[in-house]
């Protein structure tokens, strides 16, 4: 099963600092592997004076956030479009999302309205992913793009988790700090 365009939810029982109650938008999941950044860690770093090309443009917080534990030297930038037809300078993923070169001019990448920008990525090897899957250490839930874009990245983990049906709702009156239980 492909998770392109959905998000995983880090499972409480996920037992990685890197990941805990993470929200992770997948960018790629095929036979290659997968990739994806996590959508609720921003870095303190703004936008501002780091990539001043695109400032005007950086969702609120306009901060750069912190993709994931890979090439945290490199950035990807996720943009809002109205369109999911890709570009040279604009890679579609799903829901009006896709990825955009920074190094192009913000103005050769019409109808953007926002971007979100993050150093670094999350990576799985081939079948790595699928068996992280069947270990329960991740949740596949369907993304919305306002997601990508939260104005209060650190309380989406719980938001996403809330509007899901059935028992995967419960998991949001699980405690920030399990020890409070």
Known sequence: MSTKGRHLLASPALNDPNFDRTVVFMLEHGEQGALGVVV????????AGTIDDWKDLAAEPPVIFVGGPVSSSSVIAIATMPT????????????????????????????????RMFAGYASWAPGQLDAELLDDAWIVVDAEAEDIHATDPDELWWRVVGRQQGPLNRLRFYPRDPSDN
Do not use: F, M, Y
Request: without cysteine; hydrophobic residues 30%; glycine residues 12%.
């Open 40 to 47: 609720n860690r921003p870095s303190g770093l703004p936008v």
């Open 84 to 115: 999911d037809e890709g570009s040279h300078h604009w890679n579609a993923v799903a829901l009006g999302l896709g990825t955009v070169d920074l190094d192009s001019d913000p103005s050769q990448v019409p109808g953007i309205e926002k971007v």
